[in-house]
């Protein structure tokens, strides 16, 4: 059972690897695409493409440690305060625990019954009422130095696929083998990510593809609205 929990934990990460990498291809495809747009100078695109990754991968990194670092922060106060009302108030928080069980469908009895009965063990109880009341899991509990981690390696992945055709190619035959390593990538994604959700597969991989060539487009198009010379 313990090691359901910690798969099923492990497998909530799939949020950061997922918007990770696809923000480091799409970011990446757009960007390099747009300037390409601007100027035809390849060592240009890849330095211009490489400045983008890093910064994109450090910017991604504290987006994440900072925005699950407010998230825990605010959910531990929230269970702290919980917490307090149930050393202060018991009966309030059993009784909010039993409308929980019978909003999933369990008879008052029921409910009743196992509500008393978990409430003679308090941290059986505190981690049911964190579940049920408050709706706090064990997935949900995300802690931020991993998470940023695993963006920023993510997005670092994800830009490093793009820029790699850079480094043996010239002009549109490196660009279209970027977009087309691009959207592989995104199938790859969607595809896997509709393995796990038990989603449809070829729906999933084309919305992500979908996406990065909308991305593409824009930059592309961008670019070739600078003025000639711009990047020079």
């Known amino acids: ?74 959910v531990e106060g929230r269970v702290r ?62 802690v931020p130095v991993p998470a940023a981690l695993l963006m920023g390696v993510s997005f670092a992945l994800g830009a490093i696929i793009v820029l790699a055709p850079y480094f043996v190619l010239a002009g549109y035959g490196a660009l279209w083998t970027a977009v087309g390593l691009t959207g592989v990538a995104l199938f790859g994604i969607g595809v896997a990510k509709a393995v796990l959700a038990g989603t449809r597969l070829l729906v999933s991989g084309l919305e992500f593809i979908l996406v990065a060539a909308a991305a593409a487009g824009v930059g592309y198009l961008l670019g070739l609205l600078l003025p000639p010379g711009f990047a020079a």
Do not use: C
Not at 15 to 37: C, I, P, W, Y
Not at 39 to 51: C, E, P, Q
């Open 1 to 74: 059972m313990g090691e359901r929990r910690e798969e099923i934990r492990w497998l909530s990460q799939i949020r950061e690897v997922v918007f990770g990498v696809q923000d480091g291809l799409v970011s990446t495809v757009g960007f390099v695409a747009g300037v390409h747009g601007a100027t035809a100078d390849n060592r240009l695109v890849l330095l211009a493409g490489i400045v983008q990754m890093i910064a994109g991968a450090f910017s991604m990194a504290a987006g994440a440690y900072l925005s699950t670092k407010a998230e825990r922060e605010v």
């Open 81 to 142: 305060a919980e917490h307090a009302r149930y050393a202060d108030e018991p009966y309030m928080a059993q009784e909010a625990l039993l409308t929980a069980l019978e909003a999933d469908g369990l008879p008052r009895d029921k409910a009743y019954r196992v509500v008393k009965l978990i409430s003679a063990e308090r941290d059986a109880f505190l981690r049911t009422f964190r579940e049920k009341v408050l709706g706090v899991g064990a997935a949900q509990e995300r």
